[in-house]
């Protein structure tokens, strides 16, 4: 066996457009009129589109591949075909093992059977033995976190608690090759967490992983290489970091054209100690620069900067009004310039660093640049999450129960260099 | 196709999975629970016996026991067929989730949809034998055949299932015409009268593949007589042919379920 686990050579697939027929009732008058109209037969072609264009990649055993893109960009088709239950219209793909997909994981459910059942039900779907289920089931059962509700028809379940189960079957599969699309949207953070902890087992225990998701985080997280698509193309194939500053970087960062507006953002710049940089250490300082224009006269704005998350999130945001300045009046032409000092507590990650000019009561909004331009942060500490709060261990060690309520520390930490 | 019924073997156990579920819901979801096996097979039965109660009138000849023992006997398959059909016509379009999520064989859930009706079936026989033992018919070396006779029965009822269900998820009026057809069919089928009540000419009614089955059931059963072995090899021969053509044709459509469905 070759040390290739997945691969795709010239994938394309095709779709039709528009409603088909799917009755005898609609076919046979369609069809006897075609025969007489063969002019017909050419707007079909115009109906049909491609959803996947000359996709190939390879992916090792082993590794970890994601594949991102925008809404429609085929993610879900090339996993649908790569796990068979489509068919490509060119091409070849090859994949060597087991192949499991946490595509819908209550797709197997019924709902009228009690989560034992289809813990069972699910399983065999999911190409399990019996024998394989049994010996998994106080695992399944542990991971699931629904003890109390296992003999108790699924549909009497909350939506969480469905996903979750849903999850936990699949999630003990054992596949050589996990397809995961965007299952990791349910059920409370908690969960969440415990999914990515498994998902991250599954990687290390040498499985080879795709992973679709539209939270970069956690992309980032698990794999080390990256697929872009967009429209059906693959865009690039590259480490992470990068495809995921390509694929944040193509978003739509101006809402409306330039021309329209009374005052617009002219300049931004995002400068270290020493010169112009977007890479920056955890921890350190930056200094953003923003310009801003009037074609017309404007009164009392404020310059705003937030920043964003890899999931879209804002976690920063601050403004020259809330700083303490004057709002700013500019007459036609004229420009303004401020500059920001940040203190980067921010954990390693991309960052979008978005820019707004707003009327300082925030009621109404002329210009913003989302995001203006990405800040791409390092760390050697080992935290996660969006901010770092530079945590150090002071004091540990084992407690003597006996001692009282007080742990007793038997010893200082070394500190790691 | 050998290397396909090779995976569908593969996935046997998620074959009597499906099956194990679709009986689990049915007896789950009604009230007359194991009533419901029984209940088509008793009406075809009853209105079995104002036929043969007609016939006998018309005839002025007596209406004997081994009469309705035999419309009895033959109209638990019957029932078993129309059942059958009528489930695996929306096996496919039934699991939408399953049909475009997962893969796995899918002529699992016409197969399925058979052997969960195969239940209902043995439940209904279960009730026949009290009534054939009551009704003091009797045993003979020639029980032996009914296995053979339901093998055979049960592979056209697939066949015929693998055909419809695809076909129904390609185009959703199929089940109405598949349903005229169940309604009927019970015309053009020995199970109310017996072939030999319409003379010579009761042979074309042969032709349908099912009636030398439930005719040899009810001479296997009621009248302790080995069935016609030639009319059962055309029944067995009409049985393969369907049943591979539908696996060959079902396993051709496959692909394109998931995008059409």
């Known amino acids: 066996m070759s040390d290739v686990a997945l691969r795709m050579e010239h994938i394309y697939k095709k779709f039709r457009k528009g409603e088909t027929y799917n009755s005898l009732r609609d076919l046979l008058p369609a069809m006897t009129g075609k025969m007489f109209r063969a002019q017909e037969l050419n707007a079909d072609d115009k109906r049909e589109f491609w959803a996947l264009q000359d996709m190939s990649f390879e992916v090792k055993h082993g590794q970890a591949l994601a594949i991102i893109g925008r809404n429609g960009a085929g993610k879900s088709t090339a996993l649908k075909i790569l796990s068979r239950i489509m068919k490509p219209t060119k091409g070849r793909m090859i994949v060597n093992g087991r192949l499991s997909a946490l595509i819908e994981v209550t797709a197997g459910f019924h709902p009228d059977l009690t989560g034992m059942e289809n813990i069972f039900l699910h399983g065999t779907i999911l190409g399990m033995s019996k024998r394989e289920i049994q010996s998994k089931l106080d695992q399944i059962i542990a991971f699931s976190g629904i003890e109390e509700f296992i003999n108790t028809p699924v549909k009497r379940y909350s939506s969480g608690m469905y996903a979750r189960l849903g999850f936990a079957v699949a999630a003990h599969v054992d596949p050589e090759v996990l397809v995961v699309d965007e299952v990791l949207s349910v059920g409370d953070y908690v969960f969440q967490q415990r999914c990515m902890d498994r998902i991250r087992s599954i990687i290390k225990s040498g499985t080879t992983v795709l992973f679709v998701s539209h939270n970069l985080k956690s992309v980032t997280e698990v794999c080390d290489r990256a697929l872009l698509l967009e429209h059906g193309k693959t865009v690039m194939i590259d480490d992470t970091d990068v495809v995921i500053r390509k694929y944040l970087n193509t978003g739509p960062t ?38 801003i224009t009037a074609r017309e006269r404007v009164e009392k704005v404020a310059v705003v900067i937030w920043l964003r998350d890899e999931t879209q999130y804002e976690i920063f945001n601050t403004s020259t009004e809330r700083l303490g300045c004057a709002p700013i009046t500019l007459q036609p032409g004229q420009s303004y310039r401020c500059s920001f000092e940040l203190t980067l507590n921010v954990a390693h990650g991309t960052f979008g660093l978005c820019v707004g000019i707003h009327r300082y009561d925030l009621q109404k909004s002329y210009d913003k640049q989302v995001p203006a331009t990405l800040l791409f942060i390092g760390s050697t500490m080992a935290v996660r999450g969006a901010v770092n709060c530079f945590p150090k261990i002071v004091e540990q060690g084992l407690c003597d129960a006996e001692a009282g309520e007080r742990p007793v520390y038997i010893d200082q930490p070394t500190q790691r260099s | 196709m050998k290397e396909e019924l090779k995976a569908l073997y593969k996935y046997r156990e998620l074959l009597y999975m499906i099956a194990y579920r679709d009986i689990r819901v049915r007896y789950k979801q009604s009230i007359m629970g194991f009533f419901w096996a029984i209940l088509m097979p008793i009406l075809i039965v009853m209105s079995g016996v104002v036929v043969r109660y007609a016939y006998a009138l018309a005839t002025h000849a007596p209406l004997k026991t081994s009469d309705i023992a035999s419309v009895a006997i033959k109209s638990v398959p019957w029932a078993f067929v129309v059942s059958s059909i009528r489930f695996t016509c929306n096996s496919l379009t039934g699991n939408r989730d399953l049909v475009v999520k997962v893969y796995f064989p899918k002529e699992i859930f016409p197969m399925a949809a058979v052997l969960a009706c195969l239940f209902d079936f043995f439940v209904a026989y279960a009730a026949l034998v009290v009534l054939l033992i009551f009704m003091k018919i009797g045993t003979s070396i020639y029980l032996l055949w009914v296995p053979v006779l339901l093998c055979t029965l049960v592979l056209l009822c697939m066949g015929i299932g693998m055909l419809v269900s695809a076909a129904s998820l390609f185009f959703r009026d199929v089940k109405y015409i598949v349903e005229v057809f169940l309604t009927f069919g019970i015309f053009f089928t020995p199970v109310l009268y017996d072939v030999s009540m319409l003379g010579s000419r009761g042979k074309w009614l042969l032709l349908n593949p099912i009636a030398p089955l439930l005719e040899g059931l009810n001479t ?37 379920f998931a995008e059409s469905i």
């Open chain 1, 254 to 291: 101006v809402d409306t054209p330039q021309e329209n507006k009374p005052v617009y953002i002219s300049n931004v710049k995002v400068r270290g100690h020493d010169r112009e940089r977007t890479s920056f250490e955890s921890g350190q300082t930056a200094w953003v620069d923003v310009e």
């Open chain 2, 220 to 256: 296997a059963i009621a009248h302790h007589q080995s069935p016609d072995v030639h009319w059962y090899l055309y029944s067995l021969g009409f049985s393969l042919v369907v049943f591979s053509s539908g696996f060959v044709l079902f396993k051709d459509l496959e692909p394109a």
